[in-house]
């Protein structure tokens, strides 16, 4: 690559940057002419990749995705970090640095605005680049709706209402209030399904509506790196349940098992799941929705991975653990025998080390996600190279298992959780053994998702259907499931108030 196309492409991440700090600062001007970009196809790459990226940084730093959607259900623990206490405990106004950057929205905001930035400016590089085809053009546009899309889901599911910008306001942009979240929903889940239908299930592999090399690319760089057709019907079956539309995420889960062979490897073993050079190693057909973090192209940290939180001696090299299941909660989560995740024996000795190592020492270490250094297995190392992965076949399945039960589906609600629970080795539903449907249900995601991000969003979701905890009810009912917008944002921008639960 020329050294001034190098240049043009660090300019134009700079310039996202800015732009996007526009979208909350009343004085922000974009300071970096884009003369050099949007003249070629190695441009739009750049800017697309650039889209992803945000959204990686969104979930990753200050570990959100994690802090967000598991620490904040209340079910881990933490020995020593005060932060994450407070978080456990609801405590979001609580005065700690951490806090108050999970309560600032500008990196979702950057996906956005890096989207809106790519959609009116990739015209111009099909003007003036003749290799750029119709096709490359007409798939990097919807990918490019898909993130923005899945950016808005994302802001709606920690913040409710938020601003609604769908323009880059090049060179200037006056102050916008939050907006109705169902209005944004309603849009939200319109551009990915109108997304969905120019996008392939996969990329380099002679799919109809992506045939060639994509981007000059094999299929193995690109498998589970991009949003493909099943990402685009999987996170729509989450927008429909989070809107409570159970007949929507019944046809929009069904698509995907229907069609999961055309772009997923299927479903996982436990053992792969849960091995350090498995599921959540590299990037994967089987990552319906992932953001990679590939050893192979030098991509790994210390910070921004799950093994941050959780890991700790005898794993790696670290006295404590950030969080931990405590032993009562891990027994009354795990308690149906031989459980390929985590079981006991009839001595009362952990059946496998799965999900849980060190179980009988003061800290069970919750071990599921351990790619540490590539997949290495040597506890010096605390550099990791996991996967953040949003959304999976089993997800799914149990998504459409609830569907089914909400609807009175029974019969087809039970086939669908048996799917996953027969590929953990656990025997059929049995309403007598096991106890009411839709608790079950969610006692398996649960059970199967721990430590993806899934748990706040699913008690959410199960306390809408169920009504049976009247704190959770009031909390719902008062925004309380929400985060306070950070201080920053407001004092930035006149028109944004606090969520009133917060104030």
């Not at 967000?68 to 020593?80: I, L």
């Not at 159970?246 to 055309?262: C, P, Q, S, W």
Request: aromatic share 12%; proline share 3%; glycine share 6%.
């Amino acid at each position: 690559m020329k050294e001034k196309h190098i240049i043009a492409i660090l300019l134009f991440c700079i310039a996202i940057s800015v732009g996007c700090k526009k979208v909350l600062d009343v004085d922000s001007t974009r300071t970096v002419a884009e003369k050099n970009m949007w003249n070629q196809m190695e441009d739009t790459r750049a800017g697309l990749m650039a889209i992803y990226g945000h959204a990686r940084s969104a979930m990753a730093d200050h570990n959100a995705h994690w802090l967000y959607g598991d620490v904040r259900a209340g079910e881990f623990t933490s020995p020593v970090r005060q932060d994450l206490r407070a978080i456990i405990n609801n405590e979001l106004n609580a005065s700690y640095p951490s806090i108050e950057a999970l309560s600032n929205w500008r990196r979702w905001f950057a996906v956005v605005n890096s989207a809106n930035l790519f959609l009116e400016r990739v015209q111009d590089v099909k003007d003036r680049d003749p290799r750029y085809t119709e096709n490359n053009m007409t798939v990097d546009v919807a990918q490019a709706r898909f993130m923005r899309a899945f950016a808005y889901f994302c802001l709606v599911r920690i913040w409710g209402d938020v601003p609604f910008v769908i323009t880059s306001h090049d060179g200037s942009f006056e102050d916008k209030p939050r907006e109705d979240q169902r209005k944004i929903l309603a849009w939200a889940e319109q551009e990915m399904f109108d997304a969905a239908q120019d996008l392939p299930y996969k990329y380099s592999a002679g799919d109809i509506q992506q045939p060639g090399n994509y981007y000059n690319e094999n299929e193995t760089r690109w498998m589970g790196a991009l949003a493909r057709k099943l990402s685009a019907y999987a996170v729509l079956s989450h927008i429909a349940a989070w809107q409570g539309n159970y007949t929507d995420v019944a046809t929009y889960t069904k698509f995907v098992l229907d069609n999961y062979g055309k772009g997923s490897n299927g479903y996982i073993t436990t053992e792969h799941l849960t091995a350090a050079n498995g599921f959540f190693h590299l990037k994967r057909h089987n990552h319906l929705l992932g953001f990679n973090f590939d050893w192979g192209h030098l991509d790994g940290s210390f910070t921004g991975h799950i093994e941050e939180l959780t890991l700790a001696q005898p794993v790696v090299n670290k006295t404590l653990p950030d969080i931990y299941l405590s032993k009562d909660s891990i027994l009354s989560i795990f308690n149906e025998s031989f459980d390929e995740r985590f079981n006991l024996d009839t001595l009362g000795r952990p059946g496998t080390e799965r999900y849980f190592t060190n179980f009988n020492g003061k800290y069970p270490i919750f071990s599921k996600i351990k790619v540490i250094m590539g997949g290495s297995s040597d506890p010096n190392f605390r550099i990791f190279s996991s996967a953040i992965v949003f959304t999976r076949l089993e997800d799914i399945t149990l998504l459409r298992a609830e569907a089914l039960a909400v609807l009175g589906e029974t019969q087809g609600a039970i086939e669908n959780l048996n799917v996953i629970r027969e590929l953990r080795n656990l025997k059929p539903y049995d309403e007598i053994v096991n106890g009411d449907l839709i608790d079950e249900i969610f006692n398996e995601r649960q059970r199967e998702l721990m430590g993806e991000g899934h748990r706040w969003y699913d008690l959410i979701r199960y306390n809408k259907i169920r009504k049976t905890d009247p704190n959770f009810t009031k909390l719902i009912e008062e925004g309380g499931i929400y985060w306070p917008i950070s201080e920053s944002i407001i004092q930035q921008n006149s028109l944004i108030e606090q969520n009133p639960y917060w104030n």
